[in-house]
């Protein structure tokens, strides 16, 4: 059994209304023998960070919890920073990189944060689709007891993990036609489903002001999953989540698929818990219970 | 150089004068029915130190999804420059794009909508 300590970043939506994206994931890295060690006092991270490049100011919510993450790694021995949040995991990455590659932007941030220590850009962010490959998709099917067998999911990558491509390493996969998330759902024993809008966007914080136009993208996505004969489709971005399912709600019953975490699938087929809704848990274990009786 | 574009650049970092007008942001991005004119159009309004563009729409539909940086052939960030339409109005003081004590359903909605939406149309 693998045994690891790694820094964990839970970002507010796992502490607020996405309690089960949350259990899932400590459930499932603890069955991989993972222990994630939350930052202390960690901040927001700043959700969409600002692409603006003359202004650091946007970008200090995650530095600041940079810089807690550096000092407790250095306690537990681990400079990998795990996130689960897409979009938590994109703007801490994008800020490590750019602190990493911008000697300038490092010190203006320094000499600013007068009250931490002085970051030193030497933490490695990863998303936790990067950690369980790199714990190698093989092992984690070798801890299956409940294989998704003949459940059919339609994975989500929407924007942040793969987009944007600067700095160079903000993409979990190939932006264009990516696997990472297929080949984790393989291995738990799921088929995943081939649709043409797994990548497109949801319109993201819209959803606050212009309910309209996030309507009009999640109903093209929910119903390009729905064609491609998908029973669920799984996210790793709580704002996608919500987004999808308001395209649901605009959509006839018949026409809708649930949304969840993909990690209530990883943990439900490593024998853990799904943190799932009865029905929807009902749902998933009758399309697997048919396949297996077949 | 307009001054303008001077300001785009200095915000984005992109160098706008290297658009050659393909067109392939705009034929990328999912948002363009929302929008008054097209990214590529904008693009051209700031290389002629056109300042209507910064009272378009555009900007602020656009979504931050990042489909035409990755496309883009010039190796433009074109978010980024979108974002520049959007501070150049956010940095003068006072100006929001959205009232935010007008929104509705708040209980409801993910925390991460609202800071985004705090971050991207107010100053």
Not at chain 1, 13 to 22: I, V, W
Request: proline fraction near 6%; glycine fraction near 6%.
């Amino acid at each position: 059994m693998i045994r690891m300590k790694v820094l964990y970043y839970p970002g507010c939506s796992l502490r607020g209304n996405y309690q089960e994206f949350e259990k899932s994931t400590i459930e499932s890295c603890r069955i991989l023998g993972v222990e994630l060690i939350e930052i202390p006092r960690w901040t927001c991270c700043g959700v969409n960070p600002s692409l603006a490049t003359d202004n650091m100011m946007r970008h200090l919510g995650a530095i600041r919890s940079l810089i807690k993450a550096r000092e407790k790694g250095l306690e537990i021995g681990s400079k990998t920073v795990v996130a689960a949040c897409s979009m938590c995991y994109n703007v801490l990455k994008k800020v490590n990189l750019t602190l990493r590659e911008d000697p300038d932007k490092l010190e203006t941030v320094n000499s600013f944060l007068d009250e931490e220590p002085d970051y030193i850009p030497e933490l490695r962010v990863v998303h936790l689709l990067t950690l369980l490959k790199e714990l190698g998709f093989e092992n984690i099917q070798r801890r299956i007891v409940n294989p998704l067998r003949g459940l059919r999911v339609a994975p989500y990558y929407g924007c942040v993990l793969l987009r944007p491509d600067r700095p160079k390493g903000i993409p979990i996969d190939d932006p264009v036609k990516p696997t990472i998330f297929e080949d984790l759902l393989r291995s738990l024993g799921a088929e995943p489903v081939e649709y043409p809008f797994k990548t497109e966007c949801c319109g993201n914080y819209h959803v606050v002001f212009r309910p309209d136009i996030v309507e009009m993208r999640s109903k093209k996505i929910v119903s390009s999953a729905k064609h491609g004969g998908a029973d669920i489709i799984v996210s790793s971005c709580p704002l996608c989540l919500y987004n999808l399912n308001r395209g649901n709600e605009a959509l006839a019953e018949e026409e809708r698929v649930p949304v969840i975490f993909f990690t209530q699938l990883l943990s439900l087929a490593m024998g853990g818990s799904s943190y799932l809704p009865k029905d929807l848990e009902n749902l998933i274990m009758c399309r697997i219970r048919a396949e297996t009786n077949r | 150089m307009n001054e303008l574009a001077m300001k785009v650049i200095e915000i984005s970092g992109q160098n706008v004068y290297s658009c050659y007008q393909c067109g392939c942001c705009s034929a990328g991005c999912m948002f363009t029915d929302e929008m008054d004119i097209l990214p590529n159009q904008a693009i051209a309004l700031i290389q002629r130190g056109d300042r209507s563009v910064l009272e378009k729409e555009t900007p602020w539909i656009c979504a931050s999804c990042f489909v035409c940086t990755v496309r883009c052939p010039r190796g433009l960030d074109v978010a980024a420059i979108m974002e520049a339409l959007r501070e150049i109005k956010i940095r003068e003081r006072g100006f929001n794009k959205v009232d935010l004590k007008k929104i509705e359903d708040i209980e409801r909605l993910p925390q991460i909508a609202i800071t985004a939406v705090a971050h991207k149309f107010t100053w």
